[in-house]
């Protein structure tokens, strides 16, 4: 059984960082894009997206236009930990932040990845 569990998420000013973490275990699946991980973020009324994508070994790396230069993705496999650190943060990046890996039922693609397996998501709030 795959489990992911965010943390690291808060209230913050603009300008500001914050570090997520995302802890996982249970994971089998050997498919298309076997151990990528990712984060996206979701707001109310709006569609899921994702924000950057890693590769099993954490030599590939993906970033969406919005937080390209802000928001860096690593991973620690000894640990089975993905990370998201996020500096200057701005308003427009308050959400609820999510970890995925590929595999599981459904999904949402992301840089030619399919994401089944979610994490219940850390709330990241960003102050004016």
């Known amino acids: 059984q795959v489990q992911l569990v965010e943390s690291g998420g808060g209230s913050v000013q603009a300008g500001g960082s914050l570090r997520l973490s995302c802890e996982y275990s249970?994971?089998?699946?050997?498919?298309?894009?076997?151990?990528?991980m990712a984060w996206f973020r979701e707001v109310p009324g709006k569609e899921r997206e994702g924000v950057a994508l890693?590769?099993?070994?954490?030599?590939?790396?993906y970033y969406n236009d919005f937080v390209k230069g802000r928001f860096t993705i690593s991973r620690d496999t000894a640990k089975n930990t993905l990370y998201l650190q996020m500096d200057t943060l701005k308003a427009a990046d308050t959400a609820m932040y999510y970890c995925?890996?590929?595999?599981?039922?459904?999904?949402?693609?992301?840089?030619?990845?399919?994401?089944?397996?979610w994490g219940q998501g850390t709330q990241v709030t960003v102050s004016s």
């Open positions: 995925a890996v590929t595999g599981g039922p459904g999904g949402t693609w992301f840089g030619g990845c399919r994401f089944g397996y």
């Open positions: 249970g994971y089998t699946y050997t498919n298309n894009c076997m151990g990528w």
């Open positions: 890693i590769s099993q070994s954490g030599s590939s790396v």
